[in-house]
T-cell receptor, first 115, second 117 residues
């Protein structure tokens, strides 16, 4: 069964600093990869997704992620964090078409931004 | 364009009771999935409904059941509630027939927070 590991439970950065959130997955083939963000009291919002092609994908709110097959990683980055980015971030893995909607999520990384 | 709407927002139940949660998918979506998010955890897949049938199911007991109506809305029912059922229940919708990356893109609702005492 596939699994997702987000090794950092909690990260604190200063506003304006760069950010990298780690995500590693375990799966026999290249899965669909996602990053979602969840603000308090809100549902999950899709930041970006990857299946194939260019390994560097751009998302909303200035986020990007890089897929590294050799490391089974899909790390999320942002060059300059804003206070409004404080939230919980989830990496998720999906399988091939035909099993849509069944995503496996990591346990999340809570981002705190210092002003 | 309304996204995914869920009701109720919050509810409190006692052990042994039954609960029903409701979800209206995003306009144009016909597939509904339910996830359970326990405190401090990532969401876990419960099941998926398409064409009024359960298509996939995660590792949840039969106490968890669902239904999808002809208008694509859905209900999640949990019987014989346990303390461990306390969680945020998220509904997500998508459109079937999508190929490639589109097949896996979900729109989530804000969730229903269930507390079992």
């Amino acid at each position: 069964a596939q699994s997702v590991t987000q090794p950092d439970i909690h990260i604190t950065v200063s506003e304006g600093a760069s950010l990298e959130l780690r995500c590693n997955y375990s799966y026999g083939a290249t899965p669909y990869l996602f990053w979602y963000v969840q603000s308090p009291g809100q549902g999950l919002q899709l930041l970006l997704k990857y299946f194939s092609g260019d390994t560097l994908v751009q998302g909303i709110k200035g986020f990007e992620a890089e897929f590294k097959r050799s490391q089974s990683s899909f790390n999320l980055r942002k060059p300059s964090v804003h206070w409004s980015d404080a939230a919980e971030y989830f990496c998720a893995v999906g399988l091939e078409p035909g099993t849509a909607s069944k995503l496996t999520f990591g346990t999340g990384t809570r981002l705190q931004v210092m002003l | 364009d309304a996204g995914v709407t869920q009701s109720p927002t919050h509810l409190i139940k006692t052990r042994g009771q039954q609960v029903t949660l409701r979800c209206s998918p995003k306009s144009g979506h016909d597939t509904v999935s339910w996830y359970q998010q326990a405190l401090g955890q990532g969401p876990q897949f419960i099941f998926q409904y398409y064409e009024e049938e359960e298509r996939q199911r995660g590792n949840f007991p039969d106490r968890f059941s669902g239904h999808q109506f002809p208008n694509y809305s859905s209900e999640l029912n949990v019987n014989a509630l346990l303390l461990g059922d306390s969680a945020l229940y998220l509904c997500a919708s998508s459109r079937a027939g999508q190929v490639g990356i589109g097949a896996n893109v979900l729109t989530f609702g804000a969730g229903s927070r269930l507390t079992v005492l």
